[in-house]
Nanobody, 126 residues
Framework: EVQLVESGGGWVRPGGSLRLSCATSGLAFNDYVLYWFRQAPGKEREGVSYLSKSSVLLTYYADSVKGGFTITTDDTKNTVYLQMSNLKPEDTAVYYC??????????????????WGQGTQVTVSS
């Protein structure tokens, strides 16, 4: 059984930082593209970042988070992280980790995602 379990969400003031974790099990960790998506109230789910190791290490960030967010992995723990810095109120959302096989063009199309975590809430407010 494939499981993705997020943790690390919470409340933070604008300008603060949080690190989200997603522990995975049940699949070959390095054979998949690892994603972070988010969904704000009343809005569609949007891609934040992804990381692929299928050939060379590739990371990609949505324009809205470039320079502030960093995606990394710990292969010994089969865990993917999202370090978020200089958080803004517009970063408030439920954050989801996700995985898909590295087949075809890599993008943030949610229809290509095979596995989802349950989500973790991030709230940025003063």
């Amino acid at each position: 059984e494939v499981q993705l379990v997020e943790s690390g969400g919470g409340w933070v003031r604008p300008g603060g930082s949080l690190r989200l974790s997603c522990a995975t099990s049940g699949l070959a960790f390095n054979d998949y593209v690892l994603y972070w998506f988010r969904q704000a109230p009343g809005k569609e789910r949007e891609g934040v970042s992804y990381l692929s190791k299928s050939s060379v290490l590739l990371t990609y960030y949505a324009d809205s988070v470039k320079g502030g967010f960093t995606i990394t992995t710990d292969d010994t723990k089969n865990t993917v992280y999202l370090q978020m810095s200089n958080l803004k109120p517009e970063d408030t959302a439920v954050y989801y980790c996700a995985e898909r096989k590295p087949v075809g063009h890599l993008d943030f199309d949610i229809r290509s995602v095979e596995f989802w975590g349950q989500g973790t809430q991030v709230t940025v407010s003063s």
